[in-house]
């Protein structure tokens, strides 16, 4: 039975304040209930889910979802999901890598790297309202996320 959409934790890697703030716009316009939480970029991501600090306290909860930016300074995405996959609990974390304009390549290494998919931010604020809808009835409606400490109090 899928976890209830209150419940699911997604943690959103992005390293553009005003990309976080659109997601978290879309998130709200869709009506998803879900617990969205944020970091800036590779180096937060590590450190949130290993639980350093500054994320050592129980609000950082284990994600039953990741959306990654591809292109962040520091480590870019498909070097923080190599980190990601590389082992621990947070190899089994479903990762979707997002990209604004992907090439071939860059696409297929995130695969072979693990990624659950592969998302093309759309271009306006319409399409993206339709992308987000699409990934809600996929990812949060109908397939079965993992699931660890999601009492989540958002």
């Known amino acids: 039975m899928p976890v209830p959409e209150q419940r699911i934790v997604i943690l959103v890697a992005d390293d553009d304040e005003n990309d976080r703030l659109l997601i978290e716009e879309v998130f709200k316009e869709v009506g998803i209930q879900c617990c969205l939480r944020f970091v800036r970029g590779s180096p937060e991501l590590m450190d949130y889910l290993h639980k350093r600090p500054p994320f050592e306290d129980k609000e950082c909860i284990t994600p039953n979802l990741i959306l990654l930016d591809l292109n962040m300074p520091h480590r870019d995405g498909l070097e923080a999901l190599e980190k990601i996959r590389a082992g ?45 809808n699409a990934f809600r009835l996929f990812w949060i409606r109908y397939t079965e996320l993992p699931t660890w400490d999601t009492a989540c109090a958002c």
């Open 88 to 132: 621990g609990a947070t190899k089994l974390i479903p990762v979707i890598i997002l990209s604004t304009v992907p090439d071939e390549l860059t696409t297929l290494r995130a695969y072979a790297l693990g990624a659950n998919a592969v998302f093309l931010k759309p271009p306006t604020f319409e399409e993206l309202k339709d992308a987000i």
